[in-house]
């Protein structure tokens, strides 16, 4: 469900006249008021930051579970071989 008009809030920028013309000069090119640019500019970045970011959600008993297994010292043969592979920085 949408709402037709959520809450705007209101944000004061300063910027140099050379940074204002370049983003009107952006805003123009695609059909929009500098507001609009920035504002598209702005959510953009945020999602790219957010995405950028993974988060697992988990249940309280998968998170212990996963700490348990963090917990317990590697013991497999696998785990031998590879620490027994020689080095390249030990020559």
């Given at each position: 469900?949408?709402?037709?008009?959520?809450p705007m809030r209101t944000v004061t920028?300063?910027?140099s006249?050379?940074?204002w013309s370049l983003i009107d000069r952006a805003a123009k090119v695609r059909g929009q008021t500098g507001?609009?640019?920035?504002?598209?500019?702005a959510q953009r970045a945020?999602?790219?930051?957010?995405?950028?970011?993974?988060?697992?959600?988990?249940?309280?008993?998968?998170?212990?579970?996963y700490l348990q297994i963090l917990?317990?010292?590697?013991?497999?043969?696998g785990f031998r071989r590879l620490v027994r592979v020689e080095k390249p920085w030990q020559d």
């Open positions: 469900m949408s709402n037709a008009n959520p920028l300063k910027a006249d050379d940074v507001a609009e640019f920035i504002v598209d500019a945020a999602e790219d930051v957010l995405a950028d970011c993974p988060v697992a959600l988990v249940s309280a008993s998968s998170y212990d579970h917990d317990q010292p590697p013991c497999n043969d």
